[in-house]
């Protein structure tokens, strides 16, 4: 069964360094998400994506964020200057079409640690 | 704008028992309602989903789940728990008014007892 991937499993830095979360959605899906969970509380919504363009985004999602598709497999979510509070749960998800098909599958997740 | 709400943080029950986990939501349109589960260490896994049709609907590892438009509730529900069923469950809600995000509840931590 097709699934979404992540890497790393497991990204330590040290505060003010930018990181890369790589996603690669299932190959046939069109509609892309990363969300955050802190400390396995609640999961947050940071950005939805869309025909190569960012759909919605939460406040959480400032200017220290940033997505892209650099090709037609990867998804991947940078933060440019990472914070302490920046340590958390990152999950990617994809839907294959929202507006036939509703239920979004998610990666196993990257857990950031910032230092 | 939607949100969701599942009022109780813990739920324990004992092996065999029906379970219930609690979800209200709150949309401006017609609601799009999912729960998903989330065993330690591992991302969420889709249990079912309500879009329209039948309020009773079912979906994976013998979990149901009952949509109620009056009392804007979409309860998980399972006849007989499992040990195994212990995780933490989210309840997910979709606004067919706002577009294609989702805002999920903060997650009930269902203890299975044996």
């Known amino acids: 069964e097709p699934e979404v991937t992540q890497t790393p499993s497991h990204q330590v830095t040290q505060m003010g360094q930018e990181v890369i979360l790589r996603c690669v959605p299932i190959s046939n899906h069109l509609y892309f998400y990363w969300y955050r969970q802190i400390l396995g509380q609640k999961v947050e919504f940071l950005v939805s994506f869309y025909n190569n363009e960012i759909s919605e985004k939460s406040e959480i999602f400032d200017d220290q964020f940033s997505v892209e598709r650099p090709d037609g497999s990867n998804f991947t979510l940078k933060i440019r200057s990472t914070k302490l509070e920046d340590s958390a749960m990152y999950f990617c998800?994809?839907?294959?079409?929202?507006?036939?098909?509703?239920?979004?599958?998610f990666g196993p997740g990257t857990r950031l640690t910032v230092t | 704008a939607q949100s969701v709400a599942q009022p109780e943080d813990q739920v324990n029950v004992a092996e065999g028992n029906p379970l219930t986990v609690k979800c209200t939501y709150s949309?401006?349109?017609?609601?799009?309602l999912f729960w998903y589960v989330q065993y330690p260490n591992r991302g969420l896994q889709f249990l079912l989903k309500?879009?329209?049709?039948?309020?009773l609907v079912k979906g994976s590892y013998g979990f149901e789940a009952e949509f109620n438009k009056s009392q804007t509730s979409f309860h998980l529900k399972k006849p007989s728990a499992l040990v195994s069923d212990s995780a933490l469950y989210f309840c997910?809600?979709?606004?067919?008014?706002?577009?294609?995000?989702?805002?999920f509840g903060p997650g009930t931590r269902l203890s299975v007892l044996p």
């Open positions: 997910a809600v979709r606004d067919d008014n706002y577009g294609q995000n989702f805002v």
């Open positions: 949309v401006s349109g017609n609601p799009y």
């Open positions: 309500y879009i329209t049709g039948d309020n």
């Open positions: 998800a994809s839907i294959e079409d929202p507006w036939s098909s509703y239920e979004q599958y």
